[in-house]
């Protein structure tokens, strides 16, 4: 098949389309308790937050954490995230811009680092599944970056081109993923990093999705 007129956005989903920073924090510190942590702050999180996971440990560590204690904390942090996630919403205004971008003839997908059988009922039970062309969420073990699972997902969709591709993410890890397949990225700093931290990453910074979909279609233009 030939590649599509229209630009393609990769979604991002925790911290992006679904807003769930309380459950994050919660979860976080949650696992934080297992190593004696003191309870880290929304504001400390999204300062000091990076991928792969366990350098972000090792920021308030002072070291990485064993095997055996990432694993530990890896697994409070999931049980505590699955408990708490069912108080979390769509981001504001999220559901309007997917309708309205699939209106205009574009394509869309979404691509999460978040363990894949969990994530596809919980996007299918907020309504928005038939905006995707695909939801892929993540297959393997966690704490990775996204750029490998960016790969494989973009050789899924027929007719995307990668080079009007743009991925929409509240994280630098989102960035990296889109610059190793030749696509362009936005950033949302509503989620798990500060503007700060994203500004050093290069691409567009926005405070909202609408700024995002907006920079996404001139970006793709």
Known sequence: MGKQAGAHIV????????????????????????LGLEPITLERY???YCVPVPKFYERLLGRLPTDTEWQVMDEVFHR????????????????????GWRSAGRSQSLLSMYVHDELVPLVRGFGIEPYFLRVDGRTGPSGGSKAEH??????????VDAERTVVIGDAADDAVAALHVGARAVLYTGGSHSRASLEGVGVPVVDT???????????AA
């Open 11 to 34: 979604w991002d989903w925790n911290g992006t389309l679904f807003h769930d920073n309380d459950a994050i924090i919660g979860a976080t510190n949650a696992a934080f308790v297992e």
């Open 46 to 48: 999204r300062a000091l």
């Open 80 to 99: 505590y995230y699955a408990e708490h996630r069912v108080l979390c919403a769509l981001t504001a205004g999220a559901a309007e811009l997917l309708a």
């Open 150 to 159: 960016m790969v494989r997902h973009l050789e899924t969709l027929t007719g």
């Open 209 to 219: 999705l609408q700024e995002a979909v907006e920079t996404a279609e001139r970006l």
